[in-house]
């Protein structure tokens, strides 16, 4: 498959079809996102499940791919993208993030071991382009983990997330790996909505702030657990929001550009309650 | 468009984690974990991710900088000056005092700095200035670790490796905060309590990871010799020792047997203030488990008995046959990015790198026949010392690297007096710290993005630093401005193209670091002792044999002293003082970043709620802290974090700093000062109030405690 994702590349970059390739790249062993500007390059173009190519770079609060935009709007940008990335460009774009007209994307399937390693219900893009389609796995109910808590009483699983919870020692790379958390202003930074310089981080406000403020955003990458210092399980808890709002709204984020996220359309001209969403 | 991840090494405290520094046209953008690292494994802490924020500050030095005596106020301020100018004029005045007496100049070294840079700073004191009068932080941190640990085990590292932790059976911290201190090394102990180990914390105020523990010991701070003899005593009246081990592999146990004997757990109590029953019942666990671990910090490291502290701890380790064995052994965090590199190099007044010893002629005559040069034979001074001679007048001219001696040392209007007292100060840092603003010459330093070297974390791993992108102005890698230096002093052996060569020539000369070379390195770090190119590495030490001489493990028997100065009257309060995640020692790199700075902009007191209903303190009242050194404005935080009679101080914070109050007492062999304990007393100050008053006590729970957002809101 890697040779497939390189042969495009290059013929890509060659056709002029894009001006770089935005993909990750292998030296000494290691792994990190790269920008290919030369096809002479790309025999060090790799696929890895461990990294995403859409970061949110800090200190500027602004996605990678936005930077690199804003840096240079005429570059045609050729990504390499999973299906969470491709999902994870469609939001940004829904959100004003990044310019999908500016981005010729290159939709590689995970494989079925890849699948169940990241627990993804979808682990291919939209528009495949090299690889085969691992079968898409419905809702949350193959996955014992959330069975068994959700087997529990409200007490225990209030209890469960309290220890997990306080085990937080306030990286913010949940947030910091998240593509989606871009807000120049995060809820998660300010006094009022839960305590700063203290540890363990107010619970549960510190994190149910960014629960809240992702749920209907959360593409399903996993990163944000990935990157969590202390193993707190938040994929757990994102699959269930994204469940939740898959079942209330009839929505999922990253499949379509023009569909409006439920969040910022129902709140400013009608009521949630007035809203009835499908199957309920 | 240019855009790139160069992988390196975090520059905050000794875990050692590894991440991408995020390049976009020459620009740093961010920060990425990297999974594949063995300690970070795509993880870091809230210092970690924003390590790339002090890099691009505004506030850094870009030229080199020379006070002018002779304005017009006449009381000296910077100019720009080329860097001609600024080496002439620092090596004109270090030959002077050098035909006058070598021993007049002191250099302070650095553990932010690489290895690279720190061996050619203690060769050019060495070599060039001809003084052994070289020392660095680490006298402030872990020089107690080094005494004691050479002393017990003949190697004074940490043991064992990080991720060993996560399959020990029991973990005893001791004087480790370790969630805010080694956040990723937290990671591995909360792993390892998740599979069911046991984990005791010993410590007087309740940290973190209390909230984890199975047993928290809350001795009287400055009382451990006395928990670790209590421990002993316990395995010993219960037969829990282990007779092989410490038959095959130690000596002196008749001596330690002797002196443990009288410290029973209800001695202990008397001593501590330890329930006896749990003292029983935590000695007790660690004794049964298979592999227990200590971890241990500043906590006992830090006092006039440190040395004392952390042979106990060897000692307590070797009587369960708790070492050379995966997941056990006696485990030091290192503080800083490179502290333990720059004691491996030696830039300390007593060893050569590799611990060589300066008064052992063997080794003198082979670091005369590689720098082609005579070396001085006399110890060199401490730290500490350093600024108590400076203060007399005998050391007139000081050379700093990359420290802040003004906020980091105990005693700061003693050491400010000290560095006021010097003839000339020279100080090469990014910024201008507090230290510096008092040189007489500033040379502006690459930071750790700027360039590339090594750093050598607190588990022996030596490990890349990569130049990310180029160094703001003019300023330059220390390894090249100390090159320049020695070559404008006249020496030729500062010859270096690059710091790969440094490394050549230093696994030439230190034992540990034969093996060491950037070929290997660039593929993953190497743990020492690395004795050849072919040596993969020592995950843990002391597997067959102790590294002393006749290769066992010496027990000291240790009476309890009291610290060097205990509450009375007048001062009735124990201060103690210490880190918090937020911030990074002097701050010079953590409070020019805004997400640390918006979580805890300034300092405060933690006074327990009893106290503070004494004293009819309100949450966030402004306070005055007194010791009999000098006294501080702050507020107070109250909170059950710190016991009763016990107050703790972050010592970050150069507008309420800590150090104006601590005890510079030294601990009479390691040198290290009694950070941990001095006696203070507190009153209102009648400063500015907080908007909202709050008759106290407050209530708290632990581990998620209310707090006043007056506190940290202004």
Known sequence: ?????????????????????????????????????????????????????????RPPKENILALMQRREPNTKIGIVARGCEERALIELAKRGQVDLDKVKIMGIACTPEEAKECKCERPYPSNLVIGVKSPRVEGVSGDENINALLNKSLSERLEFWRHELSKCIKCYGCRNVCPMCFCKDCKMEQEVFSKTGWLPPEIPMFHFIRFYHISERCIGCGQCEKACPVDIPLLTIFRLLRRDVKDLFDYEAGMDVEQEAPLLTTLDEMPIKEEVPSGV | MEYKNILTTCPYCGAGCNFYLQVLNGE????????????????????????????????RLTRPLIKRHD?????????????????????KKLKEYKEIDPDSIAVLSSAKCTNEENYLMMKFARAVLGTNNVDHCARLCHASTVVGLVQSFGSGAMTNSITELEDADCILVIGSNTAEQHPLIARYILRAKEKGAKLIVVDPRAITLTQFADYHLRQ?????????????????????????????????????????????????????????????????????????????????????TGVDNVSSSANLAMLTGNVGKPSTGVNPLRGQNNVQGACDMGALPNVYSGYQSVTDEKMRAKFEDAWKTKLPQKLGLTVVEMMNE??????????????????????????????????????????????????????????????????TSTERLVQMVRKAIEPPGESKADWEI??????????????????????????????????????????????????????????????????????KGKFWGIEFKEPAELPDEEYPFILTTGRIIFHFHTGTMTRKTDLLNKEVPTGYVEI????????????????????????????????????????????????????????????????????????????????????RYEILPLKQVQGCPERDSSLRSE
């Open chain 1, 1 to 57: 498959m890697i040779r497939n994702v390189r042969d495009l590349a290059k013929k890509w970059l060659e056709g002029k079809e894009v001006d770089a390739i935005f993909g990750l790249k292998e030296q000494d062993g290691y792994i990190a996102p790269y920008l290919f500007a030369d096809a002479s390059e790309l025999d060090n173009l790799t696929i890895s499940t461990e990294y995403r190519l859409c970061y949110t770079c």
């Open chain 2, 28 to 59: 740093l953008v961010g920060v990425l974990p990297c999974k594949s690292h063995t300690v970070s494994q795509g993880k870091l802490c809230i210092k970690g991710w924003n390590a790339s924020e002090f890099v691009t500050s505004k506030e």
């Open chain 2, 71 to 91: 304005d017009a106020e006449g009381n000296g301020s910077f100019v720009e000056a080329s860097w001609d100018e600024a080496l002439d004029t620092i090596a």
């Open chain 2, 220 to 304: 009287r701070p400055g009382t451990d010799v006395a928990v670790f003899n209590g421990f002993m005593n316990v395995i010993l009246a219960n037969g829990l020792e282990d007779k092989e081990f410490i038959k095959e592999r130690t000596e002196g146990f008749e001596e330690l047997k002797e002196t443990v004997k009288n410290y029973t757990p209800e001695h202990v109590e008397k001593i501590t203030g330890i329930p006896k029953d749990k003292l029983v019942a935590a000695a007790t666990t660690y004794a049964k488990t298979e592999h227990a671990s200590i971890v241990y910090s500043m906590g006992i490291t830090q006092h006039t």
């Open chain 2, 390 to 455: 400076a203060a007399k007048g005998n050391v007139k001219a000081m050379y700093i690297m990359g420290e802040n001696p003004m906020i980091s040392d105990p005693d700061i209007s003693h050491v400010r007096e000290g560095l006021e007292n010097l003839e000339f100060l020279a100080v090469q840092d990014i910024f201008l710290s507090e230290t510096a603003q008092l040189a007489d010459v500033v040379l502006p330093a690459a930071s750790y993005a700027e360039k590339e070297g090594t750093f």
């Open chain 2, 482 to 551: 100390i090159c320049d230096l020695a070559k404008a002093m006249g020496s030729k052996e500062f010859e270096y193209k690059s710091p790969a060569e440094i490394m050549d020539e230093i696994a030439s000369l230190t034992p540990s670091y034969a093996g060491i070379v950037y070929e290997r390195l660039q593929r993953g770090g190497l743990q020492w002792p690395c004795p050849s190119k072919e040596h993969p590495g020592t995950p843990y030490l002391h597997k067959e044999k102790f590294a002393r001489a006749n290769g």
């Open chain 2, 608 to 691: 327990n709620p009893k106290d503070a209903e004494k004293l009819a303190l309100a949450n966030g009242e402004f306070v005055s802290v007194q010791t009999r050194r000098g006294q501080i404005e702050t507020k107070a935080l109250i909170t059950e974090r710190v016991p009763e009679g016990v107050i703790f101080i972050p010592f970050h914070f150069a507008e309420c700093a800590a150090n104006v109050l601590t005890n510079p007492a030294l601990d009479p062999v390691a040198k290290i000062p009694e950070y941990k304990v001095c006696a203070a007393k507190l009153q209102k100050s009648g400063g500015a109030c907080p908007e």
